[in-house]
């Protein structure tokens, strides 16, 4: 919004500050930041009468779980309320990709909330079926793909490799979808401990702050050898907006948590890093810094499949941050080795702009 106002005045005296990214992202992150602490206290309380004895938690999962009963759930709306809020401050609003991505953001928000409420009115832990999630996440996914796709080719480029790419011609529509709706579940497997799931979401998008910025960018993504996306610098701020969010919620679910994301936070944040990672035509950079996701995913899939083919467990539970805390891993210290591996995927990942 203001973005375009400055633009009607022609970006004149300290409204050219506007004209610049880097300047709107600084001010998305910290816009974000100071909504989640302020709303924080007040919307944690509301959370906490309404829900009563807050989210449910697993009978089989770790004892210490248990201790969490009565921590209210759907914090992820206070996620979204200060991210949406600075994307429409701080955005260009007439970049056919912001719409791309706060439909994802919203839409799998809406899901998740859905989910959390089913979960809370029921006092169970199954929520809305498997099914029905998946076909609301691909209709999102869908309307998003669409409308970023007509924005870009049909490429799905290759890192370490300069101008190699694979045409998928309109399989990328597809690929663009399962790719949003890959790391919206993704992110929501991860948020099983107190800050898990948030600081990794924070280091990724701080990954694809760099990365949307430089693929928006001619010159710079000429001189790495890197798709060049018209527009796609603006996602950086989008990124800056859910470091800003992602912060100010970590303040209150730091360990002990006051409140949990829930899958209204899960899936809109993983589903708004998958939508800026199409858009940015960085999607296998995406499976390398968000490795730690993959790696959540990867062994929920593996114990299912596993399980119902021999009977028997590959680990002790899953998604594996569970298996973990079985072998005796202290909670905490799960969460910060996590952060640790996230952080040097995310270095991994941004090391791909120059091997090339």
């Given at each position: 919004?203001?973005y ?8 004149e005296g ?6 610049y ?13 100071i ?6 206290p ?7 009468v309404?829900?009563?004895k ?8 770790p ?8 921590t209210?759930?759907?914090?992820g ?6 991210l ?11 970049n ?19 989910d ?8 169970s ?23 970023i796709?007509?924005q870009?080719n ?6 370490f ?23 919206g ?50 996602l950086?701020?989008l ?27 899960s899936?809109?944040?993983?589903g ?6 199409v ?17 959540e ?6 114990q ?5 083919r ?6 002790r539970?899953a998604p ?6 079985q ?9 910060i080795?996590f952060w640790i ?13 120059k091997?090339?």
């Amino acid at each position: 919004m203001l973005y375009l106002i400055a633009q009607y005045f022609h970006f004149e005296g300290l409204a050219n500050l506007i004209r610049y990214q880097t300047f709107r992202s600084g001010a998305a992150l910290m816009t974000a930041l100071i909504i989640g602490l302020l709303i924080g206290p007040r919307f944690i309380n509301m959370l906490r009468v309404r829900q009563g004895k807050g989210q449910p938690i697993r009978e089989d999962g770790p004892q210490s779980h248990l201790a969490k009963r009565g921590t209210p759930t759907m914090g992820g709306l206070m996620i979204l309320i200060s991210l949406v809020i600075s994307m429409l401050v701080w955005m260009d609003l007439k970049n056919p990709f912001v719409w791309a991505c706060l439909a994802v953001t919203a839409g799998f928000g809406l899901i998740g909330f859905l989910d959390d409420y089913d979960k809370v009115k029921k006092r169970s832990t199954a929520g809305l079926s498997s099914r029905l999630r998946l076909l609301a996440e691909f209709a999102v996914a869908g309307i998003a793909a669409w409308l970023i796709v007509s924005q870009i080719n049909n490429n799905l480029y290759v890192p370490f490799l300069s101008n190699r790419y694979i045409p998928l011609g309109p399989f990328y529509y597809v690929f663009a979808a399962v790719v949003m709706v890959g790391a919206g579940n993704a992110v929501n497997l991860t948020d099983g401990l107190d800050g898990l799931a948030t600081m990794p979401v924070i280091i990724a998008a701080g990954a694809f702050a760099i990365i949307a910025y430089l693929a928006g960018r001619a010159d710079y993504a000429h001189y790495l050898g890197i798709p060049h996306v018209p527009g796609a610098g603006e996602l950086a701020i989008l990124c800056a907006g859910i470091m800003g969010a992602g912060l100010a919620f970590l303040w209150f679910n730091a360990p002990p948590a006051a409140v949990f994301m829930g899958d209204t936070g899960s899936l809109a944040l993983g589903g708004a890093l998958g939508a800026i990672a199409v858009a940015a035509h960085h999607e296998i950079v995406l499976a390398i810094v968000g490795g730690l996701f993959v790696l959540e995913a990867v062994s929920v899939i593996v114990q299912v499949f596993w399980y119902k083919r021999t009977g028997r467990r590959v680990f002790r539970m899953a998604p594996i941050h569970h298996h973990f805390e079985q072998l005796g891993w202290k909670e905490s210290t799960v969460v910060i080795r996590f952060w640790i591996v996230s952080i040097v995927l995310a270095l991994i990942g941004l090391s791909t702009l120059k091997l090339r």
